[in-house]
């Protein structure tokens, strides 16, 4: 056995404790293709990378401890985010090729909500349901006012209900009304 690396590959090393700062896992090009270390903040990280060495998943807590799970573009611009936000509910952030925000889903409360952003991170379009469970369906204007919600009725009659951005309700009937 010539050097260390031979040496390794030919036999099994058992250990109870590695107590190390950082692992990486290399390919038979002896490039790094995995990373566990911990980062200056004190943050563990594992790093998956592609064969050019640079960095395309990433599985990490946030500063408050929380676990997230994202995914990067060959430029390292994290594109898909999975998470636990700090209330400790589940969020999903997705962005564009710009590396803008363009939706974000997650649960707030308990309730499912869904939010769309414009290319300038505005919020444009969500859905989501009430506590109550009532679903909505929001619209905004490009200075994110609220300019329509969209609803069902409470009393089971067949009609959406547009609300204003004033909270003013006008009834559509999903049916033409019956002629006697």
Not at 44 to 61: K, Q, Y
Request: aromatic letters at 8%; charged letters at 35%.
């Amino acid at each position: 056995m010539n050097d260390f690396k031979d040496y390794i590959a030919a036999n099994t090393i058992e250990v109870n404790t590695l107590r190390t700062s950082r692992i990486e896992l290399v390919d038979d090009d002896a490039k790094v293709r995995m990373k566990l270390y911990i980062a200056q903040d004190d943050t563990p990280v594992v790093a998956l990378m592609d064969a050019e060495g640079r960095g395309r998943a990433f599985l990490t807590l946030s500063g408050e401890s929380h676990g997230q799970m994202y995914f990067c573009d060959k430029d390292g611009r994290s594109q898909f985010c999975v998470e636990v936000a700090e209330c400790g509910e589940p969020m999903i952030r997705m962005f564009s090729a710009e590396h803008k925000l363009a939706l974000s889903a997650y649960v707030e409360d308990g309730r499912p909500c869904i939010w769309m952003f414009d290319r300038t991170e505005r919020d444009r379009f969500s859905m989501f349901l009430e506590p109550n469970g009532k679903p909505y369906i929001m619209m905004r204007n490009a200075d994110e006012e609220s300019q329509t919600k969209i609803t069902v009725s409470d009393d089971g009659s067949e009609c959406f209900i547009l609300e204003d951005r004033e909270g003013e309700e006008v009834r559509i009937p999903l049916r033409a009304p019956r002629e006697l």
